[in-house]
Each structure stands twice: as C-alpha cells, then as structure tokens.
T-cell receptor, first 118, second 116 residues
C-alpha cells in the first residue's frame, strides 16, 4: 500500500499554462506539506496544512495555490507556469504532536512529481 | 537565526569502510534534528531523529548520529558502507516558521558514492 501518493509523476507543459498536482495520504495523518526540490537538490518547504488549515506559507508566488479538500488530500495548483517552476515537487505528511505545533514526528514523503516547463 | 550546514557536497568511500557525513547547525533554542536519505528518483525516507532524548541516536540500516551541543554538530556515521547506501543524504533541523510553528529546514545534501 502506498502511504503518500502523488499524481502525476511527470508533468511537461508550456510556459503560461495552468496545472495541478495531486497528493493523497492514507496514513491518517493530520498535517500535510508541499516541498520544492530544485535542480541542485535543494529542498524547501512551500506550504503546510494541519486539519485542512494553512499553518505554513513560505515566500511562494501567489501563482501557487494549495487546496486541502480534506485531511487526506493536499493539491497544488500552479497558474501561469514559468521556466523557474521546473523542479521536483514533493508532498509529505505527518501526525503533529498534539498541542505543540511542531513536526516532531517523522514526515512521510511521496515519490515526487517532476515538473518541466518548456 | 536557525540554519543547517552540510560540510561536504560529495563523499566517496569504498564498500566495507566507514561512512562519515558531516552536519553543523545553528539554533537559538534546542532544535530537533533529523537525517533523511533520498535514493535516485525516489522520495525521502527518515534515517533517524534527535529530539532531546539520548544524544547518540540509532537509525535504520546501521546508521547512527551523535548530537554534540558544544560543537553544534550532528554527524551521521556507519561502520561499514554497503553498495545500497549510495544516495543523497539530507541533514534537517527544525526552525520556527513565520506562523510561529516549527518547520523542517533541509541542508543542501551530501551525495554518498560507494566504490566497489
């Protein structure tokens, strides 16, 4: 059973297009994340949702809009794609330690979505 | 400000020899520290974590790391490298986000190559 799944695995698109990446976790976790990994393997958090509420929002262009329809899903929609958006996007989930607000528990990562903008 | 530095971008060792991947951190409070591994074209997997319990932390696949507050280090070691250890390794520290929550900040990664 896949714990954290992402679709699609590969996404190739033209500049200016709008695209979405979907993420689902079947671990019963209450917190989900989106990370961006650039060509130099540098990983940076973009967003985090806890029980469908946004709790982390890094300095990300507002062309990126996460949506969490329920605790098990966190989708990422990107408008007006740019060349610099090319990267691997990872979804992750964890069970937040109650009352601490901290990701002390292990984050489980999806396999990644490789986005290429031409 | 909190940050994490991985001192080597690339480490090569022969199979059967020890592995040392170095990580230093800076934090204004007692952070949690992690090591994650990423095999080629795969997601990340937690190797081990330090959360203010024992300073010597044992992880999966024979890896361990020692938290040294005086040196602000959290180096990852393994006594004997195996071919399957070839991967990218990330040292990770928790920092406070602008929302007041803790979040993970990743080091730049160390690529471990195992020589047969």
């Amino acid at each position: 059973d896949t714990a954290v799944s992402q679709t699609p695995k590969y996404l190739v698109t033209q500049m200016g297009n709008d695209k979405s990446i979907k993420c689902e976790q079947n671990l019963g976790h209450d917190t989900m994340y989106w990370y961006k990994q650039d060509s130099k393997k540098f990983l940076k958090i973009m967003f985090s949702y806890n029980n469908k509420e946004l709790i982390i929002n890094e300095t990300v262009p507002n062309r990126f809009s996460p949506k969490s329809p329920d605790k098990a899903h966190l989708n990422l929609h990107i408008n007006s794609l740019e060349l610099g958006d090319s990267a691997v996007y990872f979804c992750a989930s964890s069970q937040e330690v109650s009352g601490t607000g901290g990701p002390y528990n292990e984050q489980f990562f999806g396999p990644g979505t490789r986005l290429t903008v031409l | 400000a909190q940050s994490v530095t991985q001192l080597d971008s690339h480490v090569s060792v022969s199979e059967g020899t020890p592995v040392l991947l170095r990580c230093n951190y800076s934090s204004s409070y007692s952070p949690s520290l992690f090591w994650y591994v990423q095999h080629p074209n795969k997601g990340l997997q937690l190797l081990l974590k330090y959360t203010s319990a024992a300073t010597l932390v044992k992880g999966i696949n024979g890896f361990e790391a020692e938290f040294k507050k005086s040196e602000t280090s959290f180096h990852l070691t393994k006594p004997s490298a195996h071919m399957s250890d070839a991967a990218e390794y990330f040292c990770v520290v928790t920092i406070i986000s602008n929302f007041g929550n803790e979040k993970l900040t990743f080091g730049t990664g160390t690529r471990l190559t195992i020589i047969p």
